[in-house]
């Protein structure tokens, strides 16, 4: 059984679809073959979805997982995994804005900051270094324009990733709490 984890998550179609499937594939690469939160869940919502009061779905999927040897401490312990490897996708994608940052905002800041210089100097030339004090200008007025461009890029990328990632914590956790509460 490989249930959508879209629908599993209530996924809604705010959240970057690129940022969510790289972090549903990252749950799908952990994933489990035996039982566990994701097949819990899964059988839980069809319960549900079949009429199934709210309240006794989470017991009846219980009663049937635990014909199959689950215990309350192996689903806990099944979320607790899924967590972890969110937790990690975050840590990968920290380390690479912070590459992002070194790369496409501190790199263009130094050269305009080495530019505004060399312009300044300029100025107090001869009228014939006008002409390369004109190409200065627009070489800084470009990597402004280059350097706010990437900043806005990755701060919406950031924030798009940061929603994903709680969105589909919190469902997360939100069964964590159902689950030690009613199981």
């Excluded at 989470?58 to 979320?79: C, D, E, H, R």
């Excluded at 975050?90 to 940052?101: G, M, P, T």
């Excluded at 501190?106 to 210089?117: A, F, I, R, W, Y």
């Excluded at 990437?150 to 469902?171: C, P």
Aim: no cysteine; charged share 25%; glycine share 4%.
């Amino acid at each position: 059984m490989s249930p959508d984890l879209k629908s599993l998550f209530n996924i809604n179609a705010e959240l970057d679809e690129k940022i969510v499937n790289k972090l549903l594939t990252a749950i799908v690469n952990g994933a489990s073959s035996d039982f566990d939160y994701l097949k819990f869940k899964h059988s839980y919502l069809s319960l549900i979805q079949m009429g199934m009061d709210a309240s006794m779905a989470p017991q009846s999927a219980f009663v049937t997982a635990k014909t199959m040897g689950v215990t309350k401490a192996s689903i806990i312990k099944s979320i607790e995994h899924y967590i972890r490897i969110l937790s990690k996708e975050k840590d990968q994608f920290v380390s690479a804005v912070k590459n992002q940052i070194s790369s496409n905002l501190d790199g263009p800041g130094s050269k305009m900051e080495e530019l505004k210089n060399k312009l300044m100097s300029n100025e107090n030339k001869i009228v014939q270094l006008q002409k390369e004090n004109e190409i200065i200008k627009q070489q800084i007025e470009k990597l402004a324009e280059t350097q706010e461009g990437n900043r806005m890029k990755i701060q919406q990328t950031k924030e798009k990733f940061d929603q994903s990632y709680d969105a589909i914590l919190n469902q997360m956790q939100e069964d964590l709490r159902l689950y030690e509460t009613i199981l």
